[in-house]
């Protein structure tokens, strides 16, 4: 645990919800929740499928996790699941730039989980958006600090068929609008490139980001800019949202860096030179783009730390190593 973001509060004698419960997030999620004493009600397409065993394995799951199949689009498959809660924590959500396959999921399963929530008189609930919620705006000059009060631009994100971002957003609004009829206590959590290791067997997307410089899938690098955070961070994130009085009503950016892509590959090289990094960028001709400015002031003053950036791609590239996708060097 990070130092200094101890939620003060134990979850003995407490049961909360978790959608979507072997996704990246939601899986180092359930492991703190259940290492804090919490019983966890985790939703998933199918609990017999073996990409959830993870989940059955860790410690204290054998006494206080139940596996709930569900279906988002599906509200009363939501209900057993939420039903007794004191908190939920959404975190299921399609990752696609399919317009079909992301939008009416993202903004139908959103409402469905915070009306099932309201229905069985949970305290709150703690959403998981993205920094695709908030960034997405041709707009923004150079020098605005980016926050919890910037929104992306849907027109903009329409225009160019950002369909994930545009799903973010539209999920997200859709979440405040919900929960202020419902009389929900509704946190948001607004999460960057999400690093760090893997518990799930699976590679997920954001993952792929970094193993594409190392197994040499990827010759060259962009040059763009990404914000990066630590799985492990964004999961204390999300408890400290349950637990802390002030956070209700508040959108929160979960952020620890803005690297350029040619600053991942150097720090990747750094630690793993026998690996084939790309030394190259693809676009050689228009000026280096420069890193955005950010605050996670907010969190921070809730008591949260971050881990830097070094560090969660040490650990992602040990666990891909670990988990058979990565070869190890010779």
């Not at 957003?169 to 859709?174: D, L, N, P, R, Y």
Request: hydrophobic share 40%; with cysteine.
């Amino acid at each position: 645990m990070t130092a200094g973001a101890q939620p003060v509060l134990s979850g003995h004698g407490k049961t909360v919800c978790v959608t979507g419960a072997g996704g990246f997030i939601a899986s180092w999620l359930v492991k703190l929740l259940l290492e804090k004493g919490y019983t966890v009600k985790g939703t998933v397409r199918n609990p017999e499928d073996p990409k959830n065993d993870h989940l059955k394995a860790l410690e204290g799951a054998a006494e206080r996790l139940t596996l709930y199949k569900s279906d988002l689009l599906d509200l009363e498959s939501l209900r057993g699941a939420i039903e007794g809660c004191h908190g939920v924590f959404h975190t299921a959500s399609p990752v696609t730039d399919d317009p079909e396959l992301m939008v009416e999921p993202a903004v139908k399963g959103t409402q469905n989980v915070i009306n099932a929530a309201a229905d069985a008189g949970v305290g709150r609930v703690v959403f998981t958006s993205s920094i695709g919620a908030v960034t997405m705006d041709p707009n923004r000059g150079p020098d605005v600090v980016v926050d919890e009060s910037c929104w992306s631009d849907l027109e903009f994100c329409k225009k160019t068929k950002n369909w994930y971002c545009y799903g973010k957003a539209v999920a997200e609004k859709a979440a405040w609008e919900v929960a202020a009829e419902r009389g929900i206590e509704l946190a948001v959590v607004n999460p960057v490139l999400v690093l760090g290791p893997l518990l799930q067997p699976t590679v997920n997307a954001s993952v792929v980001h970094i193993l594409k410089y190392l197994n040499g899938s990827a010759k060259t690098y962009a040059n763009a800019v990404q914000a990066y955070v630590d799985v492990r961070d964004v999961a204390e994130v999300h408890l400290l949202l349950l637990e802390a009085p002030e956070a209700k009503g508040n959108r929160f950016l979960c952020a620890e860096s803005v690297l350029h892509r040619g600053d991942i590959v150097r720090i990747l090289a750094k630690l793993f030179p026998e690996y084939p990094i790309p030394t190259k960028c693809s676009d050689e001709v228009n000026p280096r783009k420069q890193p955005y400015k950010f605050s996670n002031q907010r969190l921070r003053d809730l008591g949260m730390e971050f881990k830097p950036a070094t560090q969660s791609l040490y650990d992602t590239v040990k666990s891909l190593q670990e988990k058979g996708h990565l070869p190890l060097s010779s």
